[in-house]
Nanobody, 124 residues
Framework: QVQLVESGGGLVQAGGFLRLSCAAS????????MGWFRQAPGKERKVVAA????????YYADSVKGRFTISRDNANNTMYLQMNSLKSEDTAIYYC?????????????????WGQGTQVTVSS
C-alpha cells in the first residue's frame, strides 16, 4: 500500500505559479513510478506529467510542456509539480498517483494508488 497526500493547490492569477507536493508513505516510494493527473469539471482525468522511479525519465502533456516541471525526492518520499505561467485552462483538481511498475504511463488505469486531490484555480 502507498498513501499519497497532495498539497499546494490554491487560487492564482493567470501568469502566476504554484508548486504542488505529493507526500507518500507506506510501500517503498523510490520503487514506484509516479504521475500527476488533473480533472476539470465534466471532463475525464488526464495525465499532466509522469516520472520514473529513478527520476531519469519524464513525460509531459503537450499542453504543459515548457511550463510545468515534475520532480521527485526519493530521500524524503515526495514528488513535486512546479507550475509556471499558469493559464485559466489549467484549472482543475490535481491528483498524484503511484504505480509499482518501473515504466511510466499516461493512462490512469496503470496507477494503483491515488491521492485525494488538490484544487488549482487560475483566474483570468
Amino acid at each position: 500500500q502507498v498513501q499519497l497526500v497532495e498539497s499546494g493547490g490554491g487560487l492564482v492569477q493567470a501568469g502566476g505559479f504554484l508548486r504542488l507536493s505529493c507526500a507518500a508513505s507506506g510501500r517503498t516510494f523510490s520503487s514506484c513510478s509516479m504521475g500527476w493527473f488533473r480533472q476539470a469539471p465534466g471532463k475525464e482525468r488526464k495525465v499532466v506529467a509522469a516520472i520514473s522511479w529513478s527520476g531519469n525519465t519524464t513525460y509531459y502533456a503537450d499542453s504543459v510542456k515548457g511550463r510545468f516541471t515534475i520532480s521527485r525526492d526519493n530521500a524524503n518520499n515526495t514528488m513535486y509539480l512546479q507550475m509556471n505561467s499558469l493559464k485559466s485552462e489549467d484549472t482543475a483538481i490535481y491528483y498524484c498517483a503511484a504505480t509499482p511498475r518501473r515504466y511510466i504511463s499516461v493512462y490512469p488505469g496503470s496507477y494503483d494508488y491515488w491521492g485525494q486531490g488538490t484544487q488549482v484555480t487560475v483566474s483570468s
